[in-house]
């Protein structure tokens, strides 16, 4: 069986297409989509996906505002900076990168109407209890008006649904890693499908034998090669959100993508662009409300 690439592309495009109208429709009142990018330290996984965020704005039309703070910048300059951008009308989404010191009061300072990543306690209660929105209000059943999903989560269940694979009644899906993230959001939202959802971590004994039992593996480690032969079989999807940089430099996901040509599964070569499309959809849907 021949290995099949799930493209980001065709999944962008898409998205692309509709952020770009609705961007033009809300200029045309006079309102501007702008993102702040809160980051602090220079984390080479930051780095990669702000750079591509960046990218993306420009493709679509969003503005975007980055603020960037020392590693060892104090509890008050942090709680200061988001408390500057949630009073500020020009800003109507803010992206804050973790992990940072005094993770969860930070989260929990933001506004929920700029939270366009599901950072806060309160997005995390509506996506758990089953609600919460996902790109142009789509989702999976009612939700509040200022609900996002996390949006490598979301990246991850728009290919699933581009390529056919969103029918998730009956299907074990075998997860590695349960960060706050990606793990757990992401498992909920496979739950919320129907779906059978494994999760294995450090402590598992059986990882590959789990992986290769399952019908879909997804992976959000951030460990090149993690995922290799003994954990495939011909005919699986694999998703992978995991980012990590290689020895020569390189930004790699976690699967062994040698080994997935050669089984014959169908896998993902990047997730990241899916991520930053989203993400912009939601920086609409905020300014559009």
Do not use: W
């Not at 602090?40 to 780095?47: I, K, P, S, T």
């Not at 209890?129 to 999976?140: I, L």
């Not at 939700?143 to 979301?154: E, G, H, I, L």
């Amino acid at each position: 069986m021949a290995a099949t690439k799930l493209a980001a592309k065709a999944v962008v495009d898409g998205l692309n297409e509709k952020t770009i109208a609705a961007v033009n429709a809300l200029k045309a009142k006079g309102v501007s989509p702008t993102l702040a990018i809160l980051r602090v330290g220079e984390r080479a996984d930051d780095l990669s996906y702000e750079k591509g965020a960046l990218n993306r704005a420009a493709a679509v039309g969003v503005e975007v505002k980055q603020v960037v703070l020392p590693q060892d910048v104090s509890r008050d300059d942090l709680l200061n900076a988001v408390k500057t951008l949630n009073s500020d009308s020009a800003v109507h989404g803010i992206l804050i990168f973790r992990p940072l010191p005094y993770e969860s009061e930070v989260f929990n300072a933001l506004d929920p109407s700029k939270d366009i990543d599901g950072a806060t306690d309160a997005s995390t209660a509506l996506l758990f209890n089953g609600f919460g929105g996902t790109v142009f209000g789509g989702g999976e059943g009612p939700k509040p008006d200022n609900a996002a999903y996390p949006c490598t989560p979301a990246a991850c269940m728009a290919i699933l649904d581009h390529y056919g694979y969103g029918e998730l009644k009956g299907k074990h899906v075998a997860f590695v890693g349960s960060g706050l993230r990606v793990g757990r959001p992401l498992g909920m939202l496979l739950l919320n499908r129907g779906a059978t959802v494994t999760y294995c971590h450090e402590f598992t004994s059986n990882t590959a034998e789990i992986c290769q039992s399952a019908d879909i593996i997804v992976t959000a480690v951030g460990k090149a090669n993690l995922i290799g032969e003994k954990h495939m079989k011909p005919g699986q999807a694999i998703i992978d959100a995991g980012l990590s940089q290689n020895a020569e430099g390189k930004m790699v996901g976690d699967t062994n993508l040698e080994a997935a040509e050669s089984i014959g599964v169908a896998y993902t070569p990047s997730v990241g662009p899916v991520t930053t499309a989203i993400l912009m959809a939601h920086v609409v849907n905020a300014a559009s409300r």
